[in-house]
């Protein structure tokens, strides 16, 4: 029983994926072709031939300048809404409504950013104290009140 040449040899290939999800091409007689990607990291098709007896893939490239130009960047509005936070506490600490420790809490918790858990080994109480400090200031402070139940949605429907 005779091999045949190599010309005379049909490839068989199959589309995989590995256990990670990515897709490569497999030959049934050992040897692995790589992917060819663009600049997105998108596929590429192209074909696949033998040069010296060794698999080789070519893809189908076209010209990354005759591809639109991406839209301009629009910029962040994170200053904006920071400066919208700081005038919230402002109104709530000219207000008078809010006692010094609430209004540490509001600002911990929205301004700064830290955890509720955290704030709580800050001030040296439990968690569960600062969230009854939160449920008191439901009618005094609505926009924190309204940013914390938005925030938390799981932990409120437990």
């Known amino acids: 029983m005779t091999k045949g040449c190599r010309r005379t040899q049909r490839l068989r290939w199959t589309q995989s994926t590995t256990p990670a999800g990515f897709w490569f091409y497999r030959q ?11 600049l997105g990291g998108r596929r590429i098709d192209g074909s696949t031939f033998r040069q010296g007896g060794k698999l080789r893939h070519a893809g189908d490239v076209s010209n990354p300048f005759s591809a639109s130009a991406p839209s301009p960047v629009e910029p962040s509005r994170l200053p904006e809404l920071l400066r919208r936070v700081a005038a919230e506490i ?26 509720l858990r955290e704030h709580a080994r800050q001030e040296r109480v439990t968690p569960q104290a600062i969230e009854s400090r939160i449920a008191h200031l439901k ?20």
């Open 28 to 38: 049934k007689r050992g040897g692995r072709i790589e992917p060819v990607a663009d």
């Open 90 to 115: 402002a109104k709530y600490r000219m207000s008078g409504l809010c006692s010094p420790k609430e209004l540490r809490t509001i600002e911990a918790l929205w301004r700064d950013g830290i955890s």
């Open 139 to 158: 009618d005094r402070a609505v926009r924190f009140w309204t940013w914390w139940r938005l925030k938390n949605r799981i932990r409120a429907r437990r």
